[in-house]
């Protein structure tokens, strides 16, 4: 089922973007753990929409409604389940995409693949908007996390071409991610801020879109997680990071560059730092034999530019059977990376739990 992911830790999404609500069921999570509300509502702000200039105007409050599995301020161990409601909908502004397709959305694909009987309101379940609820369950992934001792936080790594610093060249600490999530456009190089901001008004300003690339670490990670080949921690993350809407890239440690590098450049050597193992480097990314190492897990995300632009393209009218040309209508993000990050942290953070409650390094609190 394309909806339900995971092995020890299971999540299962459901809604559409103009429905009723969006929601998920989580199932596997421990018994007795508090969760702290004002942390998940602080987490789902930072993907919500409608909150500034880089984003999309549509308002929604995504308030969670937890429904089952939280009994007296603990998880209860059965399914948890949290709905989150649609308001501020415009269907109206999705008349046309009925019969346009939208060239980079997933209206052609989607009515193929549903005989055209997909809800396109709003971009129906392909919506980016059922991230919602990716956000609630993982940032009550990540509070199981920190209790763990593992800290998972993103920034922006670049936007089109401008680029920011990398978290292999500076000090990696819980608070230096932790503290990205104050911030709208979290970037290791804060001088960059205004060069950022002024690239997405000037595609904005021509009805045009933007891309980028999120840097994601986990860090306090124990070596000895994970397994070899199917279920190796590159193909579990890799099966979730994909599954996050406008995801097209996606390189663990030195990625695509350890192929330009000598055998001797790219090994990690390992070393002692008191008791705790290391390694010099960290191009494999704090995974080998699809095992963690220990060191932190390290990886990059390429998001493409939403595909809703306002300047006229190239279609097709599906019902007519012609070409046609569409300017998009609506409401839309010029950018997706900063919505994208507390995504990409929240999924992140799912499996990582998932794989770590299918270790015997899981410490039961
Ligand atoms: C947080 C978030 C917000 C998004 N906002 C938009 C948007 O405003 N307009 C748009 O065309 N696509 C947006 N997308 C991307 C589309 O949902 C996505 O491109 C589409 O479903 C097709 O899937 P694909 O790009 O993975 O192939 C957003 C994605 C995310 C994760
Ligand atoms: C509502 C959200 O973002 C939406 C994601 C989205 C898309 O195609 O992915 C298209 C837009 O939808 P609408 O036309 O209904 O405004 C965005 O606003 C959200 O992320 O919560």
Request: include cysteine; glycine fraction near 10%; charged fraction near 25%.
């Amino acid at each position: 089922m394309s909806d339900v992911w995971g092995n020890k830790l299971k999540v299962s999404i459901f809604g559409e973007s103009h429905g009723a609500a969006i929601g998920i069921v989580i199932d596997g999570l421990p018994p007795g753990h508090e969760i702290d509300m004002e942390n998940v509502a602080k987490e789902m702000k930072r993907r919500a929409p409608g909150q500034s200039a880089l984003t999309t105007p549509r308002k929604e409050k995504d308030q969670p409604e937890i429904v089952s599995g939280y009994f007296n301020d603990r998880t209860t161990g059965s399914s948890l389940t949290a709905i989150i409601r649609n308001s501020d909908t415009r269907s109206k502004d999705y008349s046309l995409m009925k019969k346009l397709m939208r060239p980079g959305q997933a209206d052609y694909p989607g009515y193929v693949r549903y005989e055209g009987f997909n809800d396109y309101r709003g971009s129906g379940h392909f919506s980016g908007r059922i991230t919602a609820p990716l956000v609630f369950a993982g940032a009550i992934a990540k509070q199981l996390l920190e209790k763990q001792g593992i800290t998972i936080g993103a920034h922006l790594k670049s936007v089109a071409n401008i680029q920011d610093e990398s978290f292999s060249d500076c000090e990696v600490t819980p608070d230096l991610l932790r503290g990205f999530s104050e911030k709208e456009l979290p970037l290791l190089n804060e001088a960059l801020e205004p060069q950022v901001r002024e690239i997405i008004r000037e595609a904005k300003a021509k009805g045009d879109s933007l891309g980028g690339t999120a840097e994601v670490c986990v860090l306090g990670i124990p070596a000895g997680i994970g397994n070899p080949f199917f279920d190796s921690v590159e193909s579990v993350l890799s099966h979730i990071i994909f599954s996050v809407p406008a995801v097209k890239g996606l390189e663990f440690g030195a990625g695509f560059g350890i192929s330009e590098m000598l055998g001797s450049e790219a090994n990690d050597s390992y070393y002692y730092e008191g008791d705790t193992i290391k390694t010099r480097t960290n191009h494999n990314g704090g995974i080998v034999g699809g095992i963690t190492d220990g060191m932190p897990i390290l990886f990059k995300v390429a998001i493409k530019p939403p595909a809703s632009i306002s300047i006229k393209q190239q279609t097709i009218d599906i019902e007519e059977k012609t070409n046609a040309e569409l300017v998009v209508e609506g409401r839309h993000d010029p950018i997706i990376v900063p919505r994208a990050i507390p995504v990409l942290e929240a999924v992140t953070a799912i499996a990582i739990l998932d794989l770590l409650l299918d270790s015997k390094l899981y410490k039961n609190q």
